[in-house]
Nanobody, 120 residues
Framework: QVQLVESGGGLVQAGGSLRLSCAASGSIISIAVMGWYRQAPGKQRELVASAASAGSTNYADSVKGRFTISRDNAKNTVYLQMNNLKPEDTAIYYC??????????????WGQGTQVTVSS
């Protein structure tokens, strides 16, 4: 059984920083892509950033230059360093893992979500 456990959300003032972490547990052989989506009240879930196992990364235009995603493949963990936070970054942030290989099986997983609130 694979689980994604997130941590690091909270309340911060505009201009501040937060670091989110997401650790995947289970008998995992490999994970193709790990990343973060977010969903603000009344809005659709949107991709924030992703990181492939080979090292490539992808960011939403709204967070480029402010957020940095990184992975520790040995620990099956992904991080999201968020700097210069803005009130519009307020959302529930969901970790995801695509292409998770456990034995002969491959599947995708989501974390439970962590709240990030940025006050003005």
């Amino acid at each position: 059984q694979v689980q994604l456990v997130e941590s690091g959300g909270g309340l911060v003032q505009a201009g501040g920083s937060l670091r989110l972490s997401c650790a995947a547990s289970g008998s995992i052989i490999s994970i193709a892509v790990m990343g973060w989506y977010r969903q603000a009240p009344g809005k659709q879930r949107e991709l924030v950033a992703s990181a492939a196992s080979a090292g490539s990364t992808n960011y939403a235009d709204s967070v480029k230059g402010r957020f940095t995603i990184s992975r520790d493949n040995a620990k099956n963990t992904v991080y999201l360093q968020m700097n210069n936070l803005k009130p519009e970054d307020t959302a529930i942030y969901y970790c995801y893992a695509d292409g998770v290989v456990v034995g002969p099986h491959e599947d995708n997983y989501w974390g439970q979500g962590t709240q990030v609130t940025v006050s003005s």
